[in-house]
T-cell receptor, first 110, second 110 residues
Framework: SQTIHQWPATLVQPVGSPLSLECTVEGTSNPNLYWYRQAAGRGLQLLFYSVGIGQISSEVPQNLSASRPQDRQFILSSKKLLLSDSGFYLC?????????FGPGTRLTVL | SQQGEEDPQALSIQEGENATMNCSYKTSINNLQWYRQNSGRGLVHLILIRSNEREKHSGRLRVTLDTSKKSSSLLITASRAADTASYFCAYITSYGKLTFGQGTILTVHP
C-alpha cells in the first residue's frame, strides 16, 4: 500500500534562517506531488506541484522553492524565512483524481 | 478567484443531529470532492461525485451536486462527537491540481 511521510512534524525557526521540509512517498511510482500551505483556520493554498523528476510548477510567487530530486521525494525550501512563512505545510500525492495527504509540518517563524 | 466557497464557516450541533455543509464554485468541473481534516492533521478524502451525478452516498455521508447552480452539499446524518473536524470541498483543475474551499468547522457536542 502507499504511504506518504513528512518531516519534521513541527519546526520553529528564526526569521532569516533557511528551511528544508521533506516529503516522501512509498508504494507508488511517478506520482503527481503537491505542496500546500494552510494558514490558521483557512483553506489550503497550492504552492507547488510536480508531474515528474525535476519538473516543478509554482502557483504563487513567494519566498519558497521546491525540488524533486527523486521520483518519490519532494522538498520545500527557503533561503531566508519570513514571518509570513509561518503556517501548516502539507504534502500530497495523487495517482489521478483523488489526493492523499501527509500528516503536515507546523512551521513557526519567530 | 476560482476558489470554492463554503458555508457555514462554522457549525455547532448535538450528537445525533444532521450536519449540512454547502460549497459553491465558479468554474466548470469534472468532479467535486470532499475532504475532512482533524485538528492539526492532514486531509483525508471522503467522497468524490462526478459532474454527471446528482447524488452519492457513502455510509452516513450524502453528497449532492447541482452543476447548474455550481453548488454541492455534504450531509452527515446522525452525527457523532468523532465527526468533529473541518470539512473542505475541492475540485480539480489541470494536472490534477485541487482548488479547495475555505472549509466548514464542524463541532459535534456529546
Amino acid at each position: 500500500s502507499q504511504t506518504i511521510h513528512q518531516w519534521p512534524a513541527t519546526l520553529v525557526q528564526p526569521v532569516g534562517s533557511p528551511l528544508s521540509l521533506e516529503c516522501t512517498v512509498e508504494g507508488t511510482s511517478n506520482p503527481n506531488l503537491y505542496w500546500y500551505r494552510q494558514a490558521a483556520g483557512r483553506g489550503l493554498q497550492l504552492l507547488f506541484y510536480s508531474v515528474g523528476i525535476g519538473q516543478i510548477s509554482s502557483e504563487v510567487p513567494q519566498n519558497l522553492s521546491a525540488s524533486r530530486p527523486q521520483d518519490r521525494q519532494f522538498i520545500l525550501s527557503s533561503k531566508k524565512l519570513l514571518l509570513s512563512d509561518s503556517g501548516f505545510y502539507l504534502c500530497a500525492w495523487s495517482p489521478g483524481r483523488q489526493q492523499f495527504f501527509g500528516p503536515g509540518t507546523r512551521l513557526t517563524v519567530l | 478567484s476560482q476558489q470554492g466557497e463554503e458555508d457555514p464557516q462554522a457549525l455547532s450541533i448535538q450528537e445525533g443531529e444532521n450536519a449540512t455543509m454547502n460549497c459553491s464554485y465558479k468554474t466548470s468541473i469534472n468532479n467535486l470532492q470532499w475532504y475532512r481534516q482533524n485538528s492539526g492533521r492532514g486531509l483525508v478524502h471522503l467522497i468524490l461525485i462526478r459532474s454527471n451525478e446528482r447524488e452519492k452516498h457513502s455510509g452516513r455521508l450524502r453528497v449532492t451536486l447541482d452543476t447548474s447552480k455550481k453548488s454541492s452539499s455534504l450531509l452527515i446524518t446522525a452525527s457523532r462527537a468523532a465527526d468533529t473536524a473541518s470539512y473542505f470541498c475541492a475540485y480539480i483543475t489541470s494536472y490534477g491540481k485541487l482548488t479547495f474551499g475555505q472549509g466548514t468547522i464542524l463541532t459535534v457536542h456529546p
